[in-house]
C-alpha cells in the first residue's frame, strides 16, 4: 500500500477510534459499575491507535480520552473529582490529562521493548501496563493534589485502596484480553488490502 492510503487509513482509524472514545465516555459504555468502583473501558481505544498505527496517533487518541474525561468531570464529577474542582480546576485539568497522555507512551516503549517476544504477549503486555499507567497516575495525582490543597484525603485513600484490589487489575486484564486481538484484526486486514 503506498503512502498516501497508509495515511488515509490511520486518518480514518483515528477517526472512528476518537469518536468511539466520545462515545464510551459520555455513556454507560465506558464505564461498568461494580458497585464500591467503576472500570474504565476508555483506555482500550487508545492502546488499539497506539499499537496498532503507532505513537503519534496514540498521543492524539490519549489527548482525546483526557478530554473526555475533563468534560465528564465537568459535567457529572465524581465527590472526590467535584471536591478537588472546588479547590483547583486546574489540578483537575491535570489530573485528567497527564495520565491519558503517557498511557500512550507506556504501551509504545513496553510493546518496543517486548518486539523479540510472541506478538499477542508483547501487545497484551503493552495494553495491560498502558491500563495501569492510567490507574496510578490518575489516583497518584489526585491523592497528590488532595494533599497539596490541604483537602482530607481518607476518601481518596479508599478509593485507591478499592481500585488497587478491584478495578485497577480488572481494568489490566480487560485491557490485555480485548486489545491483541483487535489489533492483529486490523493488522490482518491491512496486510490483506497490500497483498
Same mark, same amino acid.
Given at each position: 500500500?503506498?503512502?498516501?492510503?497508509?495515511?488515509?487509513?490511520?486518518?480514518?482509524?483515528?477517526?472512528?477510534?476518537?469518536?468511539?472514545?466520545?462515545?464510551?465516555?459520555?455513556?454507560?459504555?465506558?464505564?461498568?459499575?461494580?458497585?464500591?468502583?467503576?472500570?474504565? #473501558? *476508555?483506555?482500550?481505544?487508545?492502546? =488499539? %491507535? +497506539? &499499537?496498532?498505527?503507532?505513537?503519534?496517533?496514540? !498521543?492524539?487518541?490519549?489527548?482525546?480520552?483526557?478530554?473526555?474525561?475533563?468534560?465528564?468531570? #465537568? *459535567?457529572?464529577?465524581?465527590?472526590? =473529582? %467535584? +471536591? &478537588?474542582?472546588?479547590?483547583?480546576?486546574?489540578? !483537575?485539568?491535570?489530573?485528567?490529562?497527564?495520565?491519558?497522555?503517557?498511557?500512550?507512551?507506556?504501551?509504545?516503549?513496553?510493546?518496543?521493548?517486548?518486539?523479540?517476544?510472541?506478538?499477542?504477549?508483547?501487545?497484551? !503486555?503493552?495494553?495491560?501496563?498502558?491500563?495501569?499507567?492510567?490507574?496510578?497516575?490518575?489516583?497518584?495525582?489526585?491523592?497528590?493534589?488532595?494533599?497539596?490543597?490541604?483537602?482530607?484525603?481518607?476518601?481518596?485513600?479508599?478509593?485507591?485502596?478499592?481500585?488497587?484490589?478491584?478495578?485497577?487489575?480488572?481494568?489490566?486484564?480487560?485491557?490485555?484480553?480485548?486489545?491483541?486481538?483487535?489489533?492483529?484484526?486490523?493488522?490482518?486486514?491491512?496486510?490483506?488490502?497490500?497483498?
Amino acid at each position: 500500500m503506498n503512502t498516501r492510503n497508509g495515511n488515509l487509513v490511520n486518518l480514518v482509524t483515528l477517526a472512528l477510534l476518537m469518536a468511539l472514545i466520545f462515545l464510551m465516555g459520555q455513556t454507560p459504555l465506558g464505564l461498568i459499575p461494580l458497585g464500591f468502583c467503576n472500570v474504565t #473501558l *476508555l483506555v482500550i481505544p487508545v492502546a =488499539v %491507535g +497506539t &499499537l496498532f498505527m503507532g505513537l503519534k496517533y496514540g !498521543v492524539l487518541l490519549g489527548l482525546t480520552f483526557g478530554a473526555t474525561s475533563f468534560v465528564s468531570a #465537568l *459535567l457529572r464529577p465524581s465527590t472526590l =473529582v %467535584g +471536591t &478537588l474542582m472546588g479547590a483547583s480546576l486546574p489540578m !483537575v485539568i491535570v489530573m485528567t490529562f497527564l495520565p491519558r497522555l503517557m498511557v500512550p507512551v507506556v504501551i509504545h516503549f513496553v510493546h518496543k521493548a517486548m518486539a523479540h517476544k510472541l506478538e499477542k504477549t508483547g501487545l497484551a !503486555v503493552a495494553a495491560a501496563c498502558g491500563s495501569l499507567t492510567n490507574t496510578i497516575l490518575y489516583l497518584g495525582l489526585m491523592l497528590i493534589f488532595y494533599m497539596i490543597c490541604g483537602i482530607d484525603n481518607t476518601a481518596v485513600l479508599t478509593a485507591i485502596g478499592a481500585t488497587a484490589g478491584g478495578a485497577g487489575p480488572l481494568e489490566a486484564v480487560a485491557a490485555a484480553l480485548i486489545t491483541p486481538p483487535i489489533v492483529l484484526a486490523l493488522r490482518k486486514a491491512m496486510h490483506k488490502k497490500t497483498a
